[in-house]
């Protein structure tokens, strides 16, 4: 089992930034890659960034690309996500996610096997 908590989230106002952050625990060592989708009110749970957990290889949603960076550190064993020019689009639950196998694409929710609680994001126009 892996346990999953996430940080950072809060309100900012529109063009602000925000740092979220996902510790793991438990059984990391088995780790493929990490992730982050977002759900806003009324909408189906969307994904935002991934990044393999050895090479650091990352990947992003089109609506953040250039906006969001995600990020490893091995030693906490925690994923980040920078967030800048914040937009109220961006307004969502934030949900970190870890998957444990190999898989051809980290943008779909079954990649995943552990995700956690989530942490709410506001941004003010």
């Known amino acids: 089992q892996v346990q999953l908590v996430e940080s950072g989230g809060g309100l900012v106002q529109a063009g602000g930034s925000l740092r979220l952050s996902c510790a793991a625990s438990?059984?990391?060592?088995?780790?493929?890659?990490m992730g982050w989708f977002r759900q806003a009110p009324g909408k189906e749970r969307e994904f935002v960034a991934a990044?393999?957990?050895?090479?650091?290889?990352?990947y992003y949603a089109d609506s953040v690309k250039g906006r969001f960076t995600i990020s490893r550190d091995y030693a906490k064993n925690t994923v980040y996500q920078e967030m800048t020019s914040l937009k109220p689009g961006d307004t969502a639950i934030y949900y970190c996610?870890?998957?444990?196998?190999?898989?051809?694409?980290?943008?779909?929710?079954?990649?995943?096997?552990?995700w956690g609680q989530g942490t709410q994001v506001t941004v003010s126009s």
């Open positions: 438990g059984r990391t060592a088995s780790t493929y890659a």
């Open positions: 990044i393999t957990w050895s090479r650091g290889r990352t």
């Open positions: 996610a870890a998957a444990r196998v190999n898989s051809a694409n980290l943008s779909i929710r079954d990649a995943y096997d552990y």
